[in-house]
């Protein structure tokens, strides 16, 4: 399913880094059409996990999006919390499998639990 769901749309549909300031593709559709990205398919972290997640459930895979409200970088790194570009949250897609929850690497890795915030 990682390796299919993301090649729905051609372009593929692709990360693309939301600034804290703009609106962002959060639908599966607007992720789809790339209602907020000038026509690209794809969106932030939280878009690809939440397409992820519908495109799951469409085929009976339970699927979830999960996530962390703000990376903890300290105060020097983050003075003004979320809003620092650097400090902002990150969402991730997870699917049951084997009897527990597993996160997903939207860039179309096939393991289980491996991703650019994980080993």
């Known amino acids: 399913m990682n390796?299919?769901?993301?090649d729905v749309t051609s372009p593929r549909i692709r990360?693309?880094?939301?600034?804290?300031?703009e609106?962002?593709?959060?639908?599966?559709?607007?992720?789809?059409?790339?209602?907020?990205?000038?026509?690209?398919?794809g969106g932030s972290c939280?878009?690809?996990a939440v397409f992820f997640v519908?495109?799951?459930?469409?085929?009976?895979?339970?699927?979830?999006?999960?996530?962390?409200?703000h990376w903890n970088k300290g105060f020097a790194t983050c003075p003004h919390?979320?809003?620092?570009?650097q400090c902002g949250d990150h969402n991730w897609a997870?699917?049951?499998?084997?009897?527990?929850?597993?996160f997903v690497d939207p860039a179309g890795d096939l393991r289980l639990d491996h991703g650019w915030f994980y080993p």
Do not use: L
Request: charged share 15%.
């Open 23 to 41: 609106v962002n593709n959060y639908s599966p559709s607007q992720v789809m059409n790339g209602t907020f990205t000038q026509g690209r398919p």
């Open 81 to 85: 919390g979320d809003s620092d570009e």
């Open 15 to 21: 990360f693309i880094a939301a600034p804290s300031d």
């Open 46 to 48: 939280t878009s690809c």
């Open 54 to 69: 519908a495109a799951c459930r469409a085929v009976g895979i339970p699927a979830r999006v999960a996530g962390v409200p």
């Open 3 to 6: 390796t299919v769901a993301w």
């Open 94 to 102: 997870e699917v049951w499998a084997d009897g527990a929850w597993h």
